[in-house]
């Protein structure tokens, strides 16, 4: 049985495997056993690295070593010197591009890895359902700390000053929020998670809940003792039954332990947390929505001011926090402010958790350094687009955020960028789309997802966005004019300044950014009746060449509504009248005479 | 359980922890093999649960020794289920796609032999140090 003494790893990412990675590793082969030595050494094939631009890469085990840019014909050399000589390959070696310093432990060039797990710290090291294995990495030291050591106003100065902004897509500084609920007095104030995430393609909360339900109620203790409150309520999705139960389970281990309850760590502070089950709605990840949901009320929202930091939860002061806001509240404590405004850019302190899917290689779910560019979170990290298929749009904030094009490849992620540029950061879904993606069907998908979720309580959201789907739709048929364009840009207007709630003020985004950044693509579905991308049915047209046609007639005899007609050996024809675009002829065409116009 | 009623409390119990978990990552001479499960509901909804199983019935009648966890969500989505195996001094490696079928081979390739296998995905980040 071969016991090997080395690996040789070789990226088999999309990326590297274009890059001819499978020639790598039959020439490493061939020449380790040229060598007599493929019992010694194994070379293997992996995912991806997530450093596509240098790719491809061979990595060698254990001693790290990183090569970058490799090219079939260097197997011979790696083998040749490393392998057998112990040498490195200097020139494979990745170059840093400031100092010029060739680097040849992978351990050492960590900033080659574009993603920092701070809020996600914990997901998928530890045993979410063992408190002990969340205690052994720093668990609970941080509210130690605050307990023992530190006063509110402390605290929430810290906050404050570590400039960690709301991650539920707002972006509203969280240290500020939770100093105006301390300065509001009352006999009860409450803290409360929201982790109603409902953005179509977003789970981030989901996971930290799930992987690493005790830093959620950890924060939210410090959070009650910064405002003075004793309660907690976390208002969760019913469809999430797993991450109910870790929470459960958590909450159930903390309170054993006296981390929640009566004199946490002796200090004379009461904490405790109860779990408030959400029955789906969207809009009840809007502040006000969510606590009359949890009052027993309808869900819907109400006009702010009162804030809830005045008058929320029975009408009392309370805070509300999105479940990945609280996941980095520990760590700040520990860190310090000053460690964690380091990362970042100017305004945007941190990291940002996004669910990464789409038509990308890597969907995953991931974690970067705001300032980030979108290029290394989609050709980097994400190991590039499906299928070697081009680049169209990316859409960031759900049905509230728009779609960044390749203009904004280059653009560093932050709050006030995404903004800047018609889309929103959203709680951190990323839908990657490429060219078979039609921009009209992208927003008129978001568009009704809205009108479905719209509450109902204020005119412009719950008619306005009506109509806009219905335009939307229109023009999707082909039936749409100059006008319709002009009547959507009007009413996109007149409800993002009149709807009641951030649901409805943000919900023409889509229509809007797709009109700003692909409206050569609305032109061509009103004025030409075409859709490049193939996706509007209506708009399609399918031929049959007469050229390549041999009238076979397999197309005739599968076609579902006989909508195909011609003679034996005579060269067939579509009646566009009755075709009903279903694709079946072209499947079954031998000759490629047919094709959608 | 015992409540944690001060900070030397919690130290302490910290303390006796990681001298338990130290044991079994770093692996001295009777160090286990380490086998974490991603197991988040998009992980157990691909076949995690049933890879924990089977590594939870296998181990035990093939007599390999390896301490199994269920741990969240590791942000590999396109490659679920995914496992982490830490093998006693050695970096902790993790696998994708893993099916029964993978397991099979990882526990008699990698675990018993030190061989790899394919389906291995790097680790591309940075996870912050707490201390």
């Known amino acids: ?597 | 359980m015992t409540q944690i009623k001060s900070l030397a409390d919690l130290k302490a119990l910290k303390t006796n922890i990681q001298e338990k978990m130290d044991t079994r990552a770093k692996g001295n001479k009777d160090g286990l093999v380490q086998v974490k499960v991603a197991m988040a509901t998009c992980g157990i909804a691909a076949g995690a649960k049933q890879v924990f199983d089977y590594f939870l019935t296998e181990s035990e009648k093939r007599g390999i020794d390896i301490v199994l966890t269920q741990t969240g969500c590791m942000g590999y989505c396109h490659a679920e289920p995914t496992i982490e195996v830490t093998v006693p001094g050695k970096d902790p490696i993790v696998f994708g796609y893993v099916d029964v079928k993978k397991a099979d081979e990882i526990i008699e390739k990698y675990i018993k032999n030190g061989e790899l296998v394919e389906g291995i995905i790097p680790v591309n980040y940075e996870t912050v140090q707490k201390n």
């Open chain 1, 1 to 597: 049985m071969a016991k090997y003494k080395m690996h040789l790893l070789v990226c088999g990412g999309t990326g590297c495997s274009a890059s001819a990675s499978a020639q790598i590793v039959s020439n490493l082969n061939e020449e380790l056993s040229k060598q007599g030595l493929n019992n010694d050494v194994q070379v293997i094939l992996t995912g991806c690295f997530g450093f596509c631009e240098k790719g491809p890469i061979v990595k060698v085990m254990p001693d790290n070593t990183f090569y970058t840019e490799v090219k079939p014909e260097d197997a011979a050399t790696i083998v040749a010197e490393h392998v057998i000589k112990g040498r490195k390959v200097t020139r494979l070696l990745y170059t840093d591009p400031e100092n010029k310093e060739r680097i040849s432990d992978s351990k050492h060039m960590g900033f080659y890895k574009k993603q920092l797990r701070i809020a996600l710290r914990n997901c998928g090291f530890i045993d979410p359902e063992n408190i002990d294995e969340y205690v052994s990495n720093e668990g609970y030291a941080a509210i130690a700390k605050v307990l023992t050591e530190m006063t509110a106003e402390q605290v929430i100065d810290e906050v404050k000053r570590s400039g960690l902004r709301g991650r539920g897509g707002g972006g509203f500084p969280t240290g500020l929020k939770w100093e105006i609920a301390s300065k509001n007095h009352a006999d009860q104030k409450y803290v409360v998670c929201n982790a109603d995430e409902g953005d179509p393609g977003a789970f981030m909360d989901r996971s930290i809940l799930e992987g690493d339900p005790h830093s959620v109620i950890e924060a939210m203790t410090i959070n009650g003792f910064a405002i003075g409150a004793t309660k907690g309520l976390i208002y969760i999705r019913a469809e999430y039954p797993l991450a109910i139960h870790r929470l459960q389970v958590a909450i159930g281990q903390a309170r054993e332990y006296g981390l929640l309850g009566k004199d946490i760590f002796g200090s004379g502070f009461d904490f405790d947390i109860e779990l408030r089950y959400g029955a789906g709605a969207f809009v009840c990840g809007e502040e006000t929505a969510l606590i009359h949901s949890m009052e027993g009320l309808r869900g819907e929202p109400t006009f702010k001011p009162p804030f809830p930091a005045q008058s929320g939860y029975m009408q009392k002061p309370t805070n509300v926090n999105n479940v990945e806001t609280y996941a980095n509240i520990p760590i700040i404590i520990l860190k310090g402010a000053d460690w964690f405004s380091k990362i970042g850019t100017e305004k945007s302190k941190g990291t940002k958790v996004f669910a990464l899917a789409g038509q990308i290689n890597n969907v995953g779910l991931i974690e970067v350094p705001m300032g980030i560019t979108l290029r290394e979170v989609i050709y980097e990290i994400g190991g590039g687009i499906k299928n070697g298929r081009a680049f169209k749009a990316v859409q960031t904030g759900g049905p509230s955020g728009g779609c960044l094009t390749e203009k904004h490849l280059d653009t560093p992620i932050d709050y006030d960028n995404l903004i800047a540029a018609g889309s929103m950061m959203g709680s951190g879904g990323m839908v990657v789309m490429d060219d078979t993606s039609c921009m009209v069907s992208i927003a008129k998908f978001y568009l009704e997802f809205t009108v479905e979720e719209s509450c109902g309580k204020c005119t412009p959201c719950r008619i306005g966005n009506k109509r806009l789907s219905e335009i939307l739709d229109k023009i999707t048929k082909g039936n749409g004019t100059m006008a319709d364009l002009e009547a959507l840009r009007n009413l996109a207007a007149v409800i993002k300044d009149t709807a009641l709630c951030g649901l409805g003020q943000t919900s023409p985004n889509p229509v809007l950014s797709t009109l700003d950044n692909f409206g050569n693509e609305y032109l061509e579905h009103v004025r030409d009746k075409k859709c490049s991308a193939g996706v509007c049915k209506s708009l399609m047209k399918y031929v049959i060449d007469a050229e390549h046609c041999v009238g076979c007639t397999a197309c005739a005899r599968n076609c579902p509504v006989n909508a195909i007609s011609g003679e034996k050996k005579m060269p067939h024809v579509i009646n566009t009248e009755l075709c009903i675009k279903c694709g079946a002829c072209i499947e079954r065409c031998k000759f490629n005479a047919i094709s959608i116009k």
